[in-house]
């Protein structure tokens, strides 16, 4: 079979990168197997994508919002009709199963429309002024060249958070994908080049860090950086953009817990630590990565989970029967192996899992026993630090303000749930819980696009993505004072 070799796309073209070099991406399910080749592109790339983006930037911004927000409609419906094709490529490049991977095409889908819809509001505000015959008002506009820098774990549904909303506010955009998903990004691009987006408006350039993500966030005519990745990169990302006095948005880190509460349906519980802490093989910011069990049903619920987490089927996302999948490359086993040795030498107690499964064919890929610790203290670095596999700590409490003070002892804050049946419990755990997303009676995991996502502390910089919160990145106010009293008027100041 041979490899296909996708292009960049630049200013309406699919283009070879100028360093004539490419690099393979490989199915994490086994290894041996290439999806495709993909441009090794250089700072030269990034040059020419700028350029383009620049370049059509004024006419996009000229383009009425609710044109542009129907060209975004049209891409929503192509995401519909290729729903399937794309959630297998997807399977195939990064591992989820396919139920996942439909689910993040889905959720670019309802990206899409949404933001599509966004196209006849982008509203601001009206209010009084306190002089006669003034009106004001204030509107939203264009930041102008956004670099969007996307992570593996969700390669269509990231990158689409990112660019519904900033096209559809009349940005242009140049997107960098992580090196491990660019096949789905590609796909994607294809999408909007077919729903007639002009060419410039939207550029894709596939590369390393260095050479791609660092010239981008440093080109001064990006004029924002919208980031979602891991937190060593993001504070890289912040550090050159004060530099550069440049707006940015960072999604980050999480280390999401569940607090189950002894009045809990337990079985509920338990299927939301199964989904929270395991699908998509821990590999979500929204994992489920500590349980904070109230002391009187650790007992049975610990049994409970150890049961369903031992019968749990590893395999190729492709395959109907499995459940979880591979990690996405050897540098993240390496790192999930070696905090389930940290959490071994702390004195956490492993009670399944702990190890990568290399038997029989799962030994062609990346997969890694579903583990859970028991005994986990909350000082412990497997209780503080984000491992982004499929890993969980079982952490005990005495009561529900013992919960609370636990799942806010974290330097992340973007997401928390809690299983009760006690309406009260679950408002004061509304308002106790530090974090950007909470969940009653539901997992961490799962966030609905109309609502803004992201969180407090370490896991951004005060941003939020999705939602019409999405727009305040995206966009810059204009505050708009009309005087049509023909004389000066003069604010603030007593005749
Ligand atoms: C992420 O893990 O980076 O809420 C995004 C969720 C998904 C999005 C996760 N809708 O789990």
Not at 439 to 444: E, F, G, L, R, V
């Amino acid at each position: 079979m041979t490899t296909t070799i996708h292009k960049n796309f630049i200013a309406g073209k699919w283009v070879a990168s100028k360093s004539r070099k490419t690099f393979a991406n490989i199915n994490p399910a086994r290894k041996g197997e290439v999806v495709g080749r993909f441009q090794q592109s250089t700072p030269d790339d990034v040059e020419r994508a700028v350029a383009a983006a620049v370049a059509a930037q004024a006419a996009w911004k000229k383009t009425p919002a609710p044109k542009r927000g129907e060209i975004l409609f049209r891409v929503a419906e192509l995401l519909v009709k290729n729903k399937e094709a794309l959630a297998r490529d997807m399977t195939c490049e990064m591992g989820k199963v396919l139920g996942e991977t439909r689910g993040d095409v889905q959720e670019a889908i309802d990206m899409g429309y949404y933001a599509a819809g966004e196209g006849r509001r982008l509203m601001g505000e009206t209010v009084p002024s306190e002089l006669k015959d003034k009106f004001c008002m204030s509107v939203r506009m264009p930041v102008g060249v956004v670099g969007a820098i996307t992570p593996w774990n969700f390669p269509i549904a990231i990158p689409s958070w990112k660019l519904f909303p900033a096209l559809v506010a009349g940005n242009t955009v140049v997107l960098k994908p992580a090196s491990d998903t660019p096949l789905s990004s590609v796909h994607f691009a294809k999408l909007f080049e077919k729903a007639g987006l002009p060419p410039g408006v939207l550029n894709l350039v596939t590369g390393s860090g260095a050479e791609v993500g660092q010239p981008l966030i440093d080109h001064p005519q990006v004029n924002l950086v919208s980031f979602t990745g891991s937190t060593d990169t993001g504070r890289v990302v912040a550090s050159h953009c004060a530099g550069l006095m440049k707006p940015y948005s960072l999604e980050m880190g999480g280390k999401n817990a569940i607090i189950v509460m002894d009045d809990a349906d337990l079985e509920l519980a338990l299927e939301g630590v199964i989904w929270g802490a395991f699908g998509t093989t821990g590999q979500r910011c929204t994992a489920t990565s500590r349980v904070i069990v109230h002391k009187k049903v650790m007992k049975k619920f610990t049994a409970l989970l150890l049961e369903k987490t031992r019968a749990l089927q590893l395999g190729d996302g492709l395959l109907p029967k499995t459940d979880v999948g591979p990690l996405i490359n050897e540098a993240q086993r390496s790192k999930v192996a070696s905090y389930c040795e940290i959490g071994r030498n702390e004195g956490a107690r492993l009670l399944t899992g702990g190890a990568p499964e290399i038997k029989g064919a799962l030994k062609q890929g990346f997969f890694f026993q579903p583990t859970v610790f028991g005994d986990v203290s909350p000082k412990m670095r497997i209780a503080q630090e984000e491992i982004f596999g499929p890993v969980v700590s079982l952490i005990v409490c005495n009561d529900l303000e013992h919960a609370i003070g636990l799942v806010n002892d974290s330097s992340f804050g973007l997401s928390s749930a809690i299983y009760t049946r006690d309406v009260n419990r679950a408002f004061q755990a509304i308002e106790g819980l530090d974090t950007g997303i909470t969940y009653i009676n539901a997992s961490t995991i799962g966030a609905e696009i109309q609502l803004p996502f992201g969180g407090t502390k370490g896991t951004g910089n005060g941003h939020r993505e999705a939602g019409t919160a999405a727009l305040d990145i995206f966009t810059e106010w204009k505050s708009v004072y009309v005087d049509y009293s023909g004389k000066l008027q003069k604010a603030q100041i007593e005749d």
